[in-house]
C-alpha cells in the first residue's frame, strides 16, 4: 500500500488572520479617506474658500481642524487596534468603529452638485465597501480555534481570546 502526501500547491493561499483583514482593510480604507480629500482640494472654489477661511460651510477654526483631525486619526488608530486588540474587544471595536463611519462617509455627498455625482459615487462606494468588509469579518469572527489535522494540540483554548 503507497501513503500519498498531498503536495503543497504554490498557488494556494494560507489562511489570514482575521486581525490582518481589518488592519489591510483599515489601511485601505484610509488612503482612499485621505486620497479623496486631496483630490477635492482641486475642485474649482475650494482652494479659494480655505484662504478665506471656510470649508464647505463651516468657518475655520481649532475646533474644526481638532474635529477633522480626529475623523482622520480614528481609522489610522483602527490599523493598529486591530492588530493589538483581544479578540472580543477588536471584534467590537470594528463593529462600532465601522457602523459610525458608514453615514459619515455618506455625508460627503451632501450639498454636491451632479457634476461631481461620479466622483463622490466612486469614492464613498468604495469607502462603503471597505467597510462593509470591515463588519462582515468582524461580524463573522471565528468563535473557535481551528484544531490542526493532524492533531498537533489538544488544547482548543491555545491562543483563544473571545
Do not use: C, H
Request: glycine share 4%; aromatic share 14%; hydrophobic share 50%.
Amino acid at each position: 500500500m503507497t501513503n500519498r502526501t498531498k503536495t503543497p500547491n504554490p498557488l494556494d493561499n494560507p489562511p489570514v488572520p482575521v486581525q490582518a483583514k481589518l488592519a489591510a482593510a483599515w489601511t485601505s480604507f484610509m488612503f482612499l479617506y485621505i486620497y479623496v480629500d486631496f483630490f477635492n482640494l482641486y475642485k474649482p472654489g475650494v482652494v479659494d474658500g480655505i484662504l478665506n477661511g471656510l470649508v464647505w460651510r463651516f468657518e475655520v477654526s481649532s475646533t474644526l481642524l481638532t474635529f477633522m483631525l480626529a475623523s482622520v486619526a480614528i481609522p489610522a488608530l483602527m490599523v493598529m487596534l486591530s492588530m493589538t486588540l483581544p479578540a472580543r474587544a477588536n471584534r467590537a471595536t470594528n463593529l462600532v468603529v465601522a457602523s459610525l463611519y458608514i453615514p459619515y462617509s455618506l455625508f460627503n455627498a451632501a450639498g454636491a452638485s451632479w457634476e461631481w455625482t461620479f466622483f463622490y459615487g466612486l469614492s464613498i462606494g468604495i469607502e462603503v465597501l471597505l467597510l462593509a468588509f470591515i463588519l462582515r469579518s468582524a461580524w463573522t469572527w471565528p468563535r473557535t480555534v481551528a484544531v490542526p489535522a493532524d492533531g498537533a494540540t489538544t488544547d482548543l483554548r491555545q491562543g483563544l481570546r473571545l
